[in-house]
């Protein structure tokens, strides 16, 4: 999730960095941030806008004035690079050959996709629903526990992300999103601490990120089995393979898990709507972990970074629904949404991008590591593919909040666009069809806009 920025703020309230960006707010997009700020209900995260766009083409955005951005946020739909021509011709095509197909109707291209997830995807999964969105998909696969398993407990981690619906929010572990205003979650949603080595929630050191597993012996994954072997009684555990933020997890600690879930009959749902589809440099994110999911939910870049698109993946035995319904959606065969599936997949296909990812990411990751050898301001480094955290600290070894905040603005200032996670990590997430020379610019960037704060903050 990106910070929010207040714009509205008095250029007078604003700190440096801040102020430098707004002042390269121009004023098409001053005017359109002022109309929706009065037209759509606010939400934290979502307003006030950061600005306005007018156009996205490739790994690029460009404002209301004018103003190219590299986008390296594009909320992770953004695999193909924007406006793909391959997924629009896909979609113009479709939209002349049929538009939409009504419930109890099926059609080709909601089969097809079907069919090429399926085939593509970790063996045993073999069935399939659709969804608008990714928190939609997650609730048709708590409830496809639910019906299997007759247990509705779940088991998930703190800080995640799984979308803003109840379902989703309740096994989600975030704040915002499970504040006591908002009313009661689901019941039975428990949740344990991540893995997330680099400040492990268990106290043991990982210098660099990377983990003493002779000393702590996996404390995160035994902690989960410890939860599932007293419950006895949790449904599944609901996890992204590799987290967003992102967070690596340490060898091992998959196939513990997993094996602790079998032992307790808990079936493992794996979330890769923002790091499925190759932006790990896998097919899917769960191929760096060794075990396969029970059920796995993709999203985001499955509509082509155009289009709301979310599918449920799951083995044979979970089609338990007949007489039910668990994800009764309009648009659950939508020929056009399912004809964008049809093209991110041959584009992802076609031009190599899963490949392209795990190299690039490889590379930007070396790059990046060289880079934080001579800044303290860098704690650590790390992702997989092209889904890269720079973790910011403070001299005392604390998150760089303000830092990171202030490195955001100044990588705006200079032409690149990310988000800022966890209040201290640079979430830098480019489209897998970015070239060499875009990455290497994006990197000068982020280096100067760090070495400005730094500087600024007294933090070199
Ligand atoms: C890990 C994860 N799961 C689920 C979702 C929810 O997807 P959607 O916004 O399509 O509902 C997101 C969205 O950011 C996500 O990052």
Redo the contacts with the bound molecule.
Sequence with gaps: ?SRSVDLSEGDANLGDARAAWRSHVGPAARELIGRDERVFLRQSLSTPCLSAVRRAEGIWIEDADGRRLMDFHG??VHHLGHGHPRVKAAIVRQMDDLAFAPRRFTCEPAVALAERLVALAPPGLTRVLFAP??????EIALKLVRVATGRHKTLSFWD??????FG?ASV?GESLFRDSRLGPMLAGAEHVAPFACFRCPYGFPAPGGAPDLSACRMACARAAGFVLGRERDVGAVVA?PVR?VPYVPPPGFWPELRGACDRAGTRLIF?????GLGKTGRMFACEHAGVAPDIL?L??ALGGGML?L?AVLARDDFDVAEDLAVGHYTHEKNPILAAAGLATLDVIRDEGLVARAADLGAYALARLREIAACRRLIGDVRGLGLLIGVELVRPDGTPAVEAAEATLYAALARGLSFKVTQGSVLTLSPPLIISRADLDRALVIVTEALDEVAAAQGLT
């Excluded at 995640?160 to 619906?165: D, E, T």
């Excluded at 979330?271 to 790091?275: L, S, T, V, Y």
């Design positions: 999730m909320n992770s969105g990714g928190s939609e998909a997650i995640a992300f799984h979308g803003a619906g989703a989600g992204e967003a979330d890769e709507i923002p790091a939910v999203g985001k709301p979310a």
